[in-house]
């Protein structure tokens, strides 16, 4: 049984701040040990459960946090960008099921260090008629290949946001949210514990699980954080302009939904 194993960072026990997310500086430095840590939990519990092969997908960021000589032997490591699917490569591999680890919610939610792709450019996702954020739109994509999501860990937002989406996976609160850089945190020694049981659970009951699958074809609304990223992104002819800040376009898949999102925010760069 293979398993894909996407892990963020925002989610982890104990990461509270932007400055923890950011490479340069040595609260970065212990987040992202932090990180291959709960990682290597998820595996192991993943393991104890049946798994054979195991995917661990680096997404934050530059794609390249994990540390690979700290990573289980098990597992094998997808890092860097650009890739075509993003926070879900290696989906399209035969894999049996995902599992997200240190996910957060969505942007404008009180989740802690909430966005969604890209915290600079947008400030609001819909994918026909609703609004997601980074699990719920990595998720659908997952769902185009017909693998669902079993496992997920965050905080509470994060799991109270995408329940509804995944019912019959595992979710996993690990931390509370206070405000958006701001909460209480079990430590991460029983965060490894809660999530290493939580995937040997989620693993041994994924035939229950179903995938999230959105009906073609896929309208995207997205609401830009500024009037000047509304204007750079309708340099793309295929996004149509609503207002000042909110922008919709049409994708024959939630593939290409992806792709085109993650080419407005490469994009946003010009203007930071």
């Known amino acids: 049984m293979k398993i894909l194993i996407s892990v963020d960072i925002e989610g ?32 192991e519990g993943a393991l104890a459960a049946g798994a054979t092969e195991i995917l661990v997908n680096d997404s934050h960021g530059g794609f390249r946090n994990l540390l690979p000589d700290l990573l289980h032997p ?37 989740g802690i260090l909430a966005h969604t792709i890209n915290s600079f450019a947008f400030a609001r996702v819909w994918l026909n008629d609703r609004e997601l954020g980074e699990a719920g739109i990595y998720g659908a994509l997952a ?15 994060f799991v109270e946001e995408n329940q509804p989406l995944f019912p019959q996976a595992t979710l996993v609160a690990i931390k509370t949210a206070d405000g958006a850089a701001s909460g209480t945190s079990l430590s991460p020694q029983s965060a490894l514990a809660i999530l290493s049981e939580g995937a040997k659970a989620a693993v041994g009951k994924i035939t229950t699980c179903r995938p999230f699958v959105l009906p073609p074809t896929i309208t995207c609304k997205l609401q830009t954080t500024s009037p000047a990223l509304a204007d750079l992104f309708c340099q793309l002819p295929i996004l149509e302009r609503i207002d000042g800040v909110n922008l919709t376009f049409s994708a024959p898949s939630v593939q290409y939904a ?13 203007l930071r």
């Open 12 to 43: 982890v026990a104990g990461v509270f701040h932007p400055e923890q997310t950011r490479a340069g500086n040595a609260e970065y430095e212990r987040a992202r040990r932090l990180m291959t840590a709960e990682a290597n939990a998820v595996i």
């Open 74 to 110: 098990a597992a094998k490591a997808i890092l860097g960008k650009p890739r075509l699917l993003g926070m879900m490569s290696g989906v399209d591999s035969g894999v049996a099921g995902v599992m997200m680890v240190g996910y957060h919610g969505r942007s404008q939610s009180r």
């Open 143 to 157: 769902g185009e290949f017909g693998v669902p999501v079993i496992f997920g860990s965050g905080d509470n937002v």
């Open 258 to 270: 992806v792709r085109v999102l993650n080419s407005l925010s490469a994009m946003s760069f010009m």
